[in-house]
């Protein structure tokens, strides 16, 4: 038990740290928003970058595994989508909302740092081959389905170039698409320019969760209760229990397994709420789910910790 507490605690506390500072004004929001902006304009993307660019494509690019995690992601979404559409009597764009609350997990900023923790940097293959998907794949579901929510008789010819712009417009996306082109064509960098690299890299993670603590503060959760606690099992229970059997199902590799698993049980990211407000719909749904989701999470993920192998 201490062994757990000890992998997941140090996360947890960092993002606290984050929402203490933001909530005594330690740091003004101004402040917060620039960590923000850095963590996943520059450093992020950097982290991205560096791993798919010395990643062993063919070898980690286990098939099993994608479809391990992707299939409780995409499950979620539909659900999500439907539950707040016909459960909820949302209208169709708050439902894609609130279905892309259910797909997006924090694969970057919980899922990684914890993985790390529990079982060494060593173990992060399969996480980044989770990850390298993970923006272009959940942004290509999110994006299409609001715009064909929006379309109402508009040219479905230019669907695919709204999807597009939308999706090379996010630095995780860029970051993610120039480590493929630098695996693929074997291309190198200086070694100062690597050094840089790496200087960036090693700020992303402490920086990303401290920043996603002081904006998680701005938030509280208030209405909407009903939904807010849909999206939490959703997303802490029904997508591991779904990534776990079918993980169990393909016998993925034991490091695999359990960063699929890890991965899957982790709260929504702080991109739910991006793209909640990014098209002005359910925001006040995505931001407390997203507080309240983390919270849970630190006693749920101890959970799959200890009953992983």
């Known amino acids: 038990m201490q062994a757990l507490l000890d992998v997941v605690l140090p996360v947890f506390l960092v993002i606290g740290f984050g929402y203490v500072a933001g909530w005594r004004r330690l740091i003004p929001e ?4 620039g960590l923000m902006s850095f963590a996943q304009s520059f450093a992020m993307p950097c982290l991205l970058f560096r791993a798919i660019w010395t990643l062993d494509l063919g070898h ?3 098939p099993y595994l994608l479809i ?3 299939s409780g992601s995409v499950t979620g979404f539909v659900l999500g989508l439907l539950v707040a559409r016909f459960g909820f009597k949302r209208d169709w764009e708050d ?3 609130i279905g892309f609350c259910c797909l997006f997990a924090n694969s970057l900023m919980l899922g990684l740092p914890i993985t790390e923790r529990a079982y060494g940097s060593d173990s992060l293959a399969a996480n980044y081959a989770i990850v390298a998907m993970h923006s272009p794949f959940c942004y290509g579901i999110g994006i299409t389905a609001m715009e064909i929510a929006r379309a109402r008789g508009s040219s479905p010819g230019q669907l695919p170039f709204k999807v597009l712009k939308a999706m090379f417009r996010n630095a995780l996306v860029i970051g993610i698409a120039l480590g493929l082109v630098f695996n693929l064509a074997g ?3 200086p070694d100062p320019v690597t050094g ?5 890299i090693r700020s992303a993670l402490p920086v990303a969760l401290f920043a996603m603590g002081g904006v998680l503060c701005r938030y509280r959760p208030e209405g909407d209760l009903r939904v807010i606690s849909f999206i939490c099992a959703v997303s802490l229970i029904l997508h591991p229990t779904i990534t776990w059997s079918l993980g169990t199902y393909f016998e993925l590799p034991r490091d695999a397994f359990r960063s699929a698993v890890i991965t899957a049980a982790v709260a929504p990211g702080i991109n739910a709420y991006v793209f909640a407000n990014m098209y002005g719909r359910a925001k006040r749904v995505a931001a407390s789910s997203l507080l309240l989701a983390t919270a849970l999470s630190l006693g749920t993920v101890w959970v799959w910790l200890a009953i992983l192998p």
Request: glycine share 4%; hydrophobic share 55%.
């Open 95 to 97: 439902a894609v909302a």
């Open 60 to 62: 980690n690019f286990d």
């Open 196 to 200: 840089a690299l790496d200087m960036m």
């Open 68 to 70: 391990s995690f992707y």
């Open 30 to 33: 101004s402040g917060i928003d």
């Open 187 to 189: 291309l190198t960098l």
